[in-house]
């Protein structure tokens, strides 16, 4: 990875990752569309089983604006059923290759915390980033991606700014120790956060995650955060999901996650708009 310049006040530092041989500049942020080949994810139009609605879903995430496609094959939802690793790999081998031959040119990440799912879908289906949302909790996962060359996404589940920082500096180097080459953060908003408060405390003092001089991504799509400050439902959430993308973007986030790809892509624009034009 590497990191061009660091400017300390929200705008997003420029780095670039190597996907596959490719280098992906992360400097103009990108949108990472959301792909559920689950029954119960929380929000229902990411959801797809079948062939023909994964293949309907790849294509709308990038006709919208994403550049990434994050898929993911067990529910993290709060009281979700978390099932096994082989029924979560099963529905990974359906929908890959529908997803390859749908969108060829799509950075594919897998959102898995378990190291074998990670190397199986890189090695034998063509995976470009694993997204892990248990910040390495499987004992392999750190060697495992380390082995096979490929970004990381390292979500944290700690309460607060302070321990994630303790958290990610040691995570960090461990991973640069087995040769780990390109580090995504992710804060993890609305995992291990206390769901309104702890959340808000976090984002704003977002900024101060790039003293880790890495990318960072923020997934925080239709979270409690929103849908439980403003007495909704997480599918009357787009509006609040928006505006706190927007803030995300303002305060250095280089990759928004999120299920409504187009909205996003638009506050990418909006917001990069608005830094070129800024009065020196």
Same mark, same amino acid.
């Given at each position: 990875?590497?990191?061009?310049?660091?400017? %300390?006040?929200?705008?997003?530092?420029?780095?670039?990752?190597?996907?596959?041989?490719?280098?992906?500049?992360?400097?103009?942020?990108?949108?990472?569309?959301?792909?559920?080949?689950?029954?119960?994810?929380?929000?229902?139009?990411?959801?797809?089983?079948?062939?023909?609605?994964?293949?309907?879903?790849?294509?709308?995430?990038?006709?919208?604006?994403?550049?990434?496609?994050?898929?993911?094959?067990?529910?993290?939802?709060?009281?979700?059923?978390?099932?096994?690793?082989?029924?979560?790999?099963?529905? =990974?081998?359906?929908?890959?290759?529908?997803?390859?031959?749908?969108?060829?040119?799509?950075?594919? &990440?897998?959102?898995?915390?378990?190291?074998?799912?990670?190397?199986?879908?890189?090695?034998?289906? %063509?995976?470009?980033?694993?997204?892990?949302?248990?910040?390495?909790?499987?004992?392999?996962?750190?060697?495992?991606?380390?082995?096979?060359?490929?970004?990381?996404?390292?979500?944290?589940?700690?309460?607060?700014?302070?321990?994630?920082?303790?958290?990610?500096?040691?995570?960090?180097?461990?991973?640069?120790?087995?040769?780990?080459?390109?580090?995504?953060?992710?804060? %993890?908003?609305?995992?291990?956060?206390?769901?309104?408060?702890?959340?808000?405390?976090?984002?704003?003092?977002?900024?101060?995650?790039?003293?880790?001089? =890495?990318?960072?991504?923020?997934?925080? &799509?239709?979270?409690?955060?929103?849908?439980?400050?403003?007495?909704?439902?997480?599918?009357?959430? =787009?509006? %609040?999901?928006?505006?706190?993308?927007?803030?995300?973007?303002?305060?250095?986030?280089?990759? =928004?996650?999120?299920?409504?790809?187009?909205?996003?892509?638009?506050?990418?624009?909006?917001?990069?708009?608005?830094?070129?034009?800024?009065?020196?």
């Amino acid at each position: 990875m590497e990191k061009m310049k660091t400017l %300390g006040d929200g705008t997003p530092i420029s780095y670039t990752i190597n996907v596959r041989g490719q280098l992906i500049d992360l400097g103009e942020p990108l949108v990472m569309g959301i792909m559920n080949v689950t029954p119960d994810s929380f929000y229902a139009n990411s959801r797809v089983q079948t062939a023909e609605a994964i293949r309907q879903r790849a294509h709308q995430i990038v006709a919208e604006g994403a550049k990434i496609i994050d898929i993911g094959a067990c529910s993290t939802r709060p009281g979700g059923v978390v099932v096994s690793a082989e029924e979560e790999m099963q529905r =990974l081998a359906f929908a890959l290759p529908i997803v390859k031959e749908a969108e060829p040119d799509a950075i594919l &990440s897998i959102d898995t915390f378990h190291a074998d799912i990670a190397r199986r879908t890189i090695e034998e289906f %063509g995976a470009d980033i694993i997204n892990d949302v248990e910040e390495g909790k499987d004992p392999e996962m750190f060697r495992t991606v380390a082995e096979l060359g490929a970004p990381y996404i390292l979500m944290s589940t700690a309460a607060n700014l302070h321990d994630m920082l303790i958290d990610f500096s040691r995570e960090v180097q461990e991973l640069r120790d087995l040769g780990q080459k390109d580090i995504i953060l992710d804060p %993890g908003f609305g995992f291990g956060k206390e769901p309104v408060a702890g959340n808000y405390e976090l984002l704003s003092v977002m900024e101060r995650l790039q003293v880790m001089e =890495l990318p960072i991504l923020v997934g925080i &799509s239709g979270k409690r955060m929103i849908h439980q400050l403003l007495g909704i439902t997480a599918a009357e959430s =787009l509006n %609040g999901t928006t505006i706190l993308n927007t803030i995300a973007l303002l305060k250095g986030a280089n990759i =928004l996650r999120v299920h409504d790809v187009r909205e996003a892509v638009e506050a990418v624009k909006i917001v990069g708009a608005m830094r070129q034009n800024t009065i020196k």
